[in-house]
């Protein structure tokens, strides 16, 4: 599962992907033209409160993968290889430019986060009209030897699918049954992803929530979480030495937590994927695991074994934990639930998995 990084030119995505991965691209790897990849710790405060808690030999944080894609330019546009690129990605992280700066040119000549928007979300859904129009076509003609009743059931759902795009709609609102999932489920719709917008400002603008109120309010219906963040800020911030020095320039900043956290949070709720915690005096760890997983699944995520001799999982929701803080308390309260195989493990539970093998 991982996150892509797009954006017009002078954005700031190669800023954020630094600060995210903690790593500088190479030149090679920048002269490549080529997906850049990095392995970003999710920042959860839960995780944090566990292990201070517990004081573990090991902290393991969850882990997602990110790529930053080459810029959006209109050559790259045209010449279509970014989506191909895109099209490889679980979600979307596009960066837009909301600071003003005169020593950094902006590609369309002025800075205006809602055209910028606009114009990459027209270009996505172009790209999947294109798909439609090439993939119907290339139905015409080998449709003589191809079953007669498929054919039909995927040219009405294209001819569908073209209708919503043409309204300027992306397709992740568009309701289909399952059997409509899965007739489209190798095609390269973009537009299916789910799309983050992080709006880089400047550092004048960190308590201005109106702009970010505004695009919120503008793009509530397309199913597009937007947050704010400033990668200058940011990358001063991971140059602090210790906590009460980042904790300090936050105070002073008026800011509870680097916005490089909250991205990454909202990173794990774009990828569709809830966290849960294993606990211990040896090692405090968070996982991933898509949503709506069973509990034999997401043992699965910890060790094979642990989904094959499932019995039972023992649960203590974070909830309850940080009331009590303890779990001996949580079992006091009469909070330990005992839960089997057709549990859906929620975001946040901490599970002590029983199983034979």
Not at 34 to 55: C, W
Not at 60 to 79: N, Q, S, W
Not at 228 to 241: F, H, T
């Amino acid at each position: 599962m991982k996150i892509g990084i797009i954006g017009l030119p002078q954005t700031g995505k190669k800023t954020l992907f630094e600060i995210l991965a903690n790593r500088k691209p190479t030149e090679n790897e920048i002269a490549s033209k080529k997906p850049i990849k990095g392995i970003v710790e999710v920042r959860d405060p839960r995780f944090d409160m566990l292990a201070k808690t517990y004081k573990p030999k090991k902290e393991v944080r969850a882990r997602i993968e990110i790529e930053i894609l080459p810029k959006l330019e209109k050559d790259t546009l045209v010449e279509g290889d970014v989506f191909t690129d895109i099209n490889e990605l679980d979600a979307i992280c596009h960066v837009v430019r909301a600071f003003k700066e005169e020593s950094i040119y902006h590609a369309e000549g002025s800075v205006d986060p809602k055209r910028d928007i606009d114009l990459v979300n027209a270009e996505l859904i172009l790209h999947d009209l294109v798909f439609i129009e090439k993939r119907m076509e290339n139905i015409e003609k080998k449709e003589k030897w191809l079953k007669k009743e498929s054919v039909e059931k995927e040219q009405l759902l294209l001819v569908k699918l073209k209708a919503y795009l043409e309204k300027e709609l992306p397709l992740r609102l568009m309701a289909l049954t399952a059997d409509e999932i899965k007739m489209i489920s190798s095609y390269p719709f973009i537009t299916r992803k789910t799309l983050i917008i992080a709006l880089n400002i400047s550092e004048e603008d960190l308590k201005n929530t109106a702009l970010i109120e505004q695009l919120k309010r503008d793009y509530q219906a397309a199913a597009i979480d937007i947050m704010q963040i400033s990668a200058r800020v940011e990358s001063e911030i991971i140059k602090l030495e210790s906590d009460e020095e980042r904790q300090q320039f936050l105070k002073e900043l008026g800011i509870k937590e680097p916005a490089t956290d909250a991205l990454s949070r909202l990173c794990i709720k774009a990828l569709n994927l809830i966290s849960f915690f294993t606990v211990g005096q040896d090692e405090v760890r968070q996982w991933t695991t898509r949503f709506g997983s069973t509990a034999p699944v997401a043992a699965g995520v910890i060790h094979t074994d642990l989904q094959k001799g499932f019995i039972r999982a023992e649960v203590i929701k974070y909830s309850d934990f940080a009331i009590y803080g303890s779990e001996a308390k949580v079992k006091e309260a009469g909070n330990l639930y005992v839960k089997g195989k057709d549990y859906i493990v929620e975001d946040g539970d901490m599970l002590d998995i029983r199983f034979s093998v």
